[in-house]
């Protein structure tokens, strides 16, 4: 059994996603439902439609969870956002390159880089 913890936190100007354990076809569901109280649901905003993925404590990521991603990039660029990584282990890192998905799910070095120009005074 795989599992995968999600915390989502509002930070000024994005929504921050914190994965830790496994993203694959059974773990899946569990983060596309987060995109979709972030896109439209619960805590839909229409305000804020950058999203960072801190990624340090996903241990494993496979096609279906690097499919999660890529739709939830496409969702928030309709919203005028987007979705950006961090903390993004060489494994993940070597799954980004061989997918050819480095542009289109940009990384960053860590979350003040990934942020600099998403965050907003309060």
Same mark, same amino acid.
């Given at each position: 059994?795989?599992?995968?913890?999600?915390?989502?936190?509002?930070?000024?100007?994005?929504?921050?996603?914190?994965?830790?354990?496994?993203?694959?076809?059974?773990?899946?569901?569990?983060?596309?439902?987060?995109?979709?109280?972030?896109?439209?649901?619960?805590?839909?905003?229409?305000?804020?439609?950058?999203?960072?993925?801190?990624?340090?404590?996903?241990?494993?990521?496979?096609?279906?969870?690097? =499919?999660?991603?890529?739709?939830?990039? /496409? =969702?928030?660029? /309709?919203?005028?956002?987007?979705?950006?990584?961090?903390?993004?282990?060489?494994?993940?890192?070597?799954?980004?390159?061989?997918?050819?998905? /480095?542009?289109?799910?940009?990384?960053?070095?860590?979350?003040?880089?990934?942020? =600099? /120009?998403?965050?907003?005074?309060?």
């Amino acid at each position: 059994m795989t599992a995968l913890a999600i915390e989502v936190v509002r930070r000024s100007g994005y929504w921050l996603l914190t994965l830790r354990g496994e993203l694959d076809r059974q773990t899946q569901p569990d983060l596309s439902r987060a995109f979709d109280e972030l896109f439209g649901g619960a805590r839909g905003d229409k305000e804020c439609p950058h999203v960072v993925c801190d990624l340090g404590g996903l241990d494993f990521c496979d096609s279906s969870g690097l =499919r999660a991603l890529v739709v939830a990039q /496409e =969702r928030a660029r /309709e919203r005028g956002g987007g979705l950006r990584l961090v903390e993004v282990n060489p494994s993940m890192a070597a799954l980004l390159e061989i997918t050819l998905l /480095e542009e289109q799910l940009p990384a960053y070095d860590d979350l003040d880089h990934a942020t =600099r /120009e998403l965050t907003r005074p309060e």
